[in-house]
């Protein structure tokens, strides 16, 4: 005889989320074990996975806490769970998500299905036109300050299944281990790094930011993603107003706004003629400030326009050197597009979207590289940086293909 499962959990959406995590990648938790190894137990991994989820009696192991380097400084605490718990909560955000998708608002652009942060970039850019102002604010280690109390109360609100909210809170309470095998209780914050975190984060500032602006400034528009956001105003007066109320919204929500990373901004172009010191600001990886632009008329104009950041710029370039291309002259300038041509097509096909000419630097510096390998790889180029340069720019002409740099005849 078969018995009744008290909770229901399909095994085709165990086996869904199984498939989704194995795209995703990542690395093993503190079990050590890969997805690789993972699927050699495959079968029976699923089967236990579903077995427990669905008697309720699924509790998630620790997750593996991972620090990496921020490119402004300091470190990111990423927590990282294991496979089959990474599985666990994609099964619970396979069900959450369609329930609280139809409530958040329209602008809100993180992690979610259907939004993307160029959208929010876009949006960004056409209401700086509109209005004068803009508020910027950041969030000082919003996933790890998230309440747990008030997270569970907006849960509850939206009447999820008892199966889920038990769970989550599971995974909000569950301990972390440091590099040094130190375990470490969590009271507060959604460890980022997992895969309902997002979710539950979107769900957070939804009350906590989005709704309260919606009933508290209704002309003010404004784009949010995750921790990040701007708002704009119609006066300084106004901006100043609204920096203050956030500040004081995001205490009562136990969050800080980063000083460092706020700011009242004067979208400075042709047509505003005041002043104030801060007149740029940077949202999702792209410097908002003004810009020379040509109206329809082939008339120059100073226009309020976001492109590719100099911090943005600075880490492609890290990314770069760290490929050693000058110590790879067996390789062939083929080999180099074939590996590589997919992490740049990515970052031109982001970082171009607006304003792409400023991304010719980073094509630049690309080239150089390039050329250096080229000295380093034949020798009648050795010493002589003008003849490699033009060898390349040879190349480049006969084979614009081969990069997507050299595909944009500005590149």
Known sequence: MTSIKPIKIDKQVVWQSYLKVKTNGGAAGVDDMSIEDFQASLKGN???????MSSGSYFPPPVKRVEIP?????????????VGDRIAQMVVKQHLEPLLEP???????????GKSAI????????RCWQSDWVVEFDIKGAFDHIDHRLLMKALRYHKVPIWIELYISRWLTAPSVSPDGTKIDRTCGIPQGGVISPLLMNLFMHYAFDRWMRRTFPTCAFARYADDAVVHCRSKRQAELVYRSIEDRLKTCFLTVHPEKSAIVYCKDSNRRGQHAQRQFTFLGFTFRARSAVNRNGTRFTSFLPAVSNEALKRMRGVIRAWRLVRKTPAT?????EKYNRTLRGWWQYYGTFYPTQLYRLGNY?????????RRKFKRLAGHPKRSREWLRRIRIAQPWLFVHWENSGG
Do not use: Q
């Not at 402004?72 to 927590?79: C, D, I, M």
């Not at 690309?366 to 080229?374: C, F, I, M, S």
């Open 103 to 113: 409530v958040f608002d329209p602008d809100s652009y993180g992690y979610r299905p």
């Open 366 to 374: 690309l080239d150089l590289r390039l050329a250096y390998w080229a």
């Open 333 to 337: 300038l083929k080999e180099f597009s």
């Open 46 to 52: 699923l089967y236990k996975l579903w077995n427990r």
């Open 70 to 82: 921020k490119v402004s400084g300091g470190v990111r605490a990423l927590g990282i769970p294991t």
């Open 119 to 126: 959208e929010a970039v876009a949006a960004t850019r056409e």
